[in-house]
């Protein structure tokens, strides 16, 4: 089973999207102007709708949770819709499974360090050379608490293969921590057959589902993952993150918590104010999608706790989609202008990867490849994308690192083609 069969079909490559209609909904590229933003994977830009959640929060109930008075109980019933909203978008099984906070890195800390407490004869922990160095780091500082770490290595095409994970998994395998999408190469994982493989060792599986987040449907169920992380800034929301976890499992995990607080989710994990405006607007990110996914599906009428669901799924796969035009575009560009692209780079393996690419111009520092990108307009990124294992494995040097260009399914073929022009005056200068 390949990558795109586990996360489910894309509607079929070439179908109307409303690219342009979509555009129009967010302020931030009206107001750059001829500003391209293909940084995305550093964070995307957000709709009018979540800006205004988030203004509406800030303006009539800034205020702590947990009081008798209308604005704390304005802001209870935000965090309650926000997180049912969530798990829709996610397909959980219950709101509680949803947990929000800081960022991804902070809710990967806090998994590890409880998952730490927990090692006995299973203390072995499955990590990846592909992932951000966030769900890395994290699970190799449990080695202090006696874990042991085993490495599942991407193969040369820049995806990690279910069936060198097999071989890894023991009786003593604790858990297997392992990206969802590659926020550097941008390939997908096959979730499922990596969860199969994990479940039948009698491990846990925690997927890191930050890059993926924007890209398409993320089904918890599906999956049958058992942690799941994401990051509201890749989404179309605020800086922001949101964990997903199985209940039965987040209930016995032994996490940090005030006395007062009691010992059951989504409470346990959510020690501490978090920014609540934020997650108003991570609500108003997933009607945004809903949204879209109504519209594209025709529906009308109000939508629910169900419809949510389905109209975020028929979004995600339409954006899929039309993102994997983009990515055809993307990686013809890249080629008739010499680059060479790290990972999957043929038009046939389209459904295994997103439109990220990292990608080097022979005998042109990366810097400078940005520079000149800069210079046109263009906002791309250079360096080690916080993955600078990868760069080794791929022969790079984590101080320049690669090009990457990321995008989202606000760009467009025309924005494509501008930085094809600023590639092809490189080449043509040196
Ligand atoms: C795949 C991946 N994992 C983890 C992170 C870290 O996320 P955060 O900044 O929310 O901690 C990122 C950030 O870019 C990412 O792309």
Known sequence: MNAQAAIGQAAPVGAEFPAD??????????????????????????PRLVLEAVNTHLL???????????????????????????????NARRPEEVAFGLNATSFIRLISLAIGQTLGVRNEIIVTDLDHEANVATWLALERMGARI???????????????????????????ACTLTSNALGSITNARAAAD????????????????????????????????VCSGYKIFAPHMGFLWGRYELLERLPT???????????????????????????????????????????????PD?????EDARVAMNAIRSYEQLLTLETARVLRESGAMIYGIDADARVAERVPTFCFNLAGISPARVTEAAARADIGIRDGHMYAPRLMHRLGLS????VVRVSLVHYNTMAEIHRLGNVLAELRRTG
């Not at 984590?398 to 690192?401: A, E, I």
Request: charge should be negative; proline fraction near 6%.
């Open 398 to 401: 984590p101080q320049t690192g």
């Open 305 to 309: 706790a169900h419809s949510l669901r």
């Open 21 to 46: 209609a979509l555009r129009a909904q967010f302020p931030a590229l009206e107001r750059a102007g001829p500003f391209i933003f293909f940084d995305n994977a550093a964070g995307a830009q957000i």
């Open 150 to 176: 085993v490495w599942w290595k991407m193969r040369a095409d820049g995806c990690l293969h279910a069936e060198d994970l097999a071989p890894l998994l023991t009786p003593r395998t604790r858990l297997v």
């Open 197 to 228: 493989l994990t479940h039948a060792a009698g491990a846990e599986i925690f997927l890191d589902s930050v890059h993926y987040g924007p890209h398409g449907p993320i089904d918890v169920q599906a999956f049958d993952c058992d942690y799941l």
């Open 60 to 90: 009539d109930h800034n205020v702590q949770r947990g009081g008798r008075y209308p604005q704390t109980l304005a802001v209870d019933a935000m965090i309650a819709r926000s997180r049912a909203s969530v798990a829709a978008f996610v």
């Open 256 to 302: 940090f918590r005030e006395d007062f607080i009691p010992d059951v989710p989504p409470g346990k994990i959510e020690a501490g104010t978090f920014a609540y405006e934020n997650v108003s607007g991570m609500d108003a990110a997933v009607g945004y999608l809903g949204r879209l996914g109504r519209t594209l599906a025709g529906r009308s009428g109000a």
